[in-house]
């Protein structure tokens, strides 16, 4: 998880600085499918019982890791680069009736869509394991091998009809010129304006317009904001180590441990569609314009909240019996019974990570575009996702606290944390262009 929302930024450069976004998809495709294909064969039984099993696998994981990384960087940028209507455009429906088609609200949706595909992806995994279970891994990793040949063979297919900005081969090594500058002379970037040049530097020409230095000021003024995702994806982290843990220890009623994890993908494939068509517009329609602030603010309260919740149904594990705050320690019943309390306590704490996924993370993707000058939206977009891989290593810091008794402990820290993230949001000096 960690190489693969790392490996963005590399995605990124590729595309702006050499082959633009379609092409830089289509290669990290190919790299992508072979490592799947790679992966298949490395699981193949007859294929485990040799020393080249393990290089396989290995193999295989740092190729789907670089190919994730140009894939993620650049298909939100491509997606939202299709709506090509500028601002609002009013448009007469066959019905009669006339509407306003308006390009924020257009692109906001596609992000919507977007997420909504990823999420109806990672419900399709829980088939994978039932083949798994029935079949073996080789199977298992086989079908979503041949989905995703045919959707390379259908993006192959249609490559030349996307809208997308071409490559500069400038923008990189400009990028960090000017930034090189900038720290030299402590953090003034107007330094680095062909207008204002220090004397020192006076008869040199930089290879840049104040055009450029104007969009390098936004794109570094909108990752501010981008410092505080962390803490958030530091709490969601939790999501897929310490709740599947934590069901380890109470009642699970015949539910695999790794099962309750996909509540979080069927409530994004609810909520979603409910935030997007019914509650949105209806908050606009009584005057409150969406914007993105407010529901990246959302999204991280409502994280904050699910951590509290995962404390408090923590603390009542720990004064359950058998084991109490020593749940499924080998001196208690050699390890082998849960504590008193019902695994379907997880459930709130699974749907209200998920709701403020619908909000954050999405209004981060959004964010992330709009704030983004033409020219740098891939890079802009792989350093939001790498905040992933941030929040990842940030969510060690907690290790210490993972052990019984103190377990509640690291839930109050997290939701501290990112509930502090979510207030600090609105004191970062950015430049907003937000979208209602």
């Not at 990189?172 to 500058?181: E, N, R």
Request: glycine share 6%.
């Amino acid at each position: 998880m960690i190489w693969c929302f790392l490996t963005p930024v590399l995605g990124a450069v590729v595309a702006e600085q050499y082959l633009g976004r379609v092409k830089t998809i289509l290669y990290s495709a190919a790299i992508y499918g072979g490592g799947l294909a790679i992966l298949v064969l490395s699981s193949l039984p007859a294929v485990q019982e040799t020393v080249i099993s393990l290089p396989g696998l290995l193999l295989s994981l740092f190729l789907i890791g670089v190919g994730t990384g140009g894939i993620k960087a650049n298909v939100s940028p491509l997606l939202a680069e299709q709506c090509t209507s500028p601002g609002q455009v009013i448009r007469l429906l066959k019905s009669g009736e006339t509407v306003i088609i308006d390009r924020e609200l257009t692109v906001q949706r596609v992000f919507a869509t977007y997420f909504l595909f990823i999420n109806a992806g990672c419900l399709a995994a829980l088939a994978s394991v039932e083949i798994e279970q029935s079949y073996g891994f080789s199977a298992a990793f086989a079908i979503p091998m041949t989905v995703f040949i045919i959707g390379f063979i259908a993006l192959m297919t249609s490559k030349d009809q996307y809208n997308s900005s071409a490559p500069d081969g400038s923008i990189i090594p400009s990028v960090l010129h000017a930034l090189g500058i900038t720290i030299k002379h402590k953090g003034n970037l107007n330094c680095t304006r062909p207008a204002l040049e220090p004397v020192e530097s006076r008869y040199q020409e930089y290879p840049w317009t104040n055009s450029f230095i104007d969009d390098l000021q936004t794109a570094l003024s909108a990752s501010k904001v981008f410092l505080l995702y962390p803490f958030y994806w530091a709490a969601f982290s939790q999501l897929l180590t310490n709740f599947i843990s934590q069901a380890a220890t109470m009642q699970t009623h015949g539910i695999p441990n790794d099962i309750l994890p996909y509540m979080n993908p069927i409530t994004t494939l609810f909520l979603l569609p409910l935030l997007d068509r019914l509650i949105f517009p209806t908050v606009r329609n009584l005057g409150y314009p969406v914007h993105h602030f407010p529901r990246i603010t959302a999204g991280f309260m409502v994280c904050a909240l699910a951590m509290l919740y995962a404390a408090f149904f923590q603390r009542t594990i720990y004064v359950s019996p058998p084991c109490y705050d020593h749940p499924r320690s080998p001196t208690c019943m050699h390890g082998q019974v849960p504590n008193d309390v019902s695994v379907l306590l997880q459930v709130p704490a699974y749907i209200l990570v998920a709701s403020s996924e619908c909000l954050a993370s999405v209004a981060g993707l959004e964010y992330a575009y709009a704030n983004a000058p033409k020219s740098m939206r891939s890079l802009i977009m792989a350093l939001y996702l790498s905040t992933v891989s941030v929040g990842t290593f940030l969510a060690m810091a907690v290790l210490p606290l993972t052990v019984d008794p103190k377990i509640t402990w690291m839930y109050i820290v997290l939701a501290m944390a990112v509930f502090g993230a979510g207030a600090a949001l609105w004191s970062v000096p950015v430049q907003r262009k937000e979208a209602g």
